[in-house]
């Protein structure tokens, strides 16, 4: 089925420990998005790529890096991970102008 | 910053009969969009509205949008107990790179 993949869908991670989220849409959409979800709150844009070779903060980048990998792929690294970290992360893609696909999460604590 | 509020944060309704949330936003904006999320799972696009549109149907679903008030309205008719959910609205206001999201209206269906 058409559409974006995450993986993992569960991590538990011991403070600074490091991982990365990967994510993988085959719409041939040109933009991907990483945002964070927390309880009682609307998504939170960590990162974006507008288009392969280009990546921009959102409103809540510390403690993140991401990788636009080719056009299908974008990945959100944690460097070091932290409690507050602690969330349900998800992946998007859309292109302009037009609703986002997203996908089904990975839940994420950091202990 | 969230700009977007949804309005009832919560409603409960017996199967059958109609559901209305209410979207709130700030700033100008070129297009406004309503989401699902069941529980646990990720987003799913509902229906995308320009602007320059008053109004707009999918299926039982219909979405209004006052741009001189700033609001926008999503009424499912004849809920069904999938229709349980909570629904979020997002605006593009400067950039459709980065959607500002609302908490979301949690509707629950009572069979």
């Known amino acids: 089925n058409a559409g974006v993949t995450q993986t993992p869908k569960f991590q538990v991670l011991k403070t600074g420990q490091s991982m990365t989220l990967q994510c993988a849409q085959d719409m041939n959409h040109n933009s991907m998005y990483w945002y964070r979800q927390d309880p009682g709150m609307g998504l939170r844009l960590i990162y974006y790529?507008?288009?392969?070779?280009t990546t921009d903060k959102g409103e809540v980048p510390n403690g993140y890096n991401v990788s636009r990998l080719n056009k299908r792929e974008f990945s959100l690294r944690l460097e070091s991970a932290a409690p507050s970290q602690t969330s349900v992360y998800f992946c998007?893609?859309?292109?302009w102008g037009t609703g986002y696909t997203f996908g089904s999460g990975t839940r994420l604590t950091v202990v | 910053s969230q700009q977007g509020e949804e309005d009832p944060q919560a409603l409960s309704i017996q199967e059958g009969e109609n559901a209305t949330m209410n979207c709130s936003y700030k700033t100008s904006i070129n297009n406004l969009q309503w989401y699902r999320q069941n529980s646990g799972r990720g987003l799913v696009h509902l229906i995308l509205i320009r602007s320059n549109e008053r109004e707009k149907h999918s299926g039982r679903l219909r979405v209004t949008l006052d741009t001189s008030k700033k609001s926008s309205s999503l009424l499912i008719t004849a809920s069904r107990a999938a229709d349980t959910a909570s629904y979020f609205c997002a605006t593009d206001g400067d950039s459709n790179y980065q959607l500002i999201w609302g908490a979301g209206t949690k509707l629950i269906i009572k069979p």
């Open positions: 790529s507008a288009s392969e070779g």
């Open positions: 998007a893609s859309s292109e």
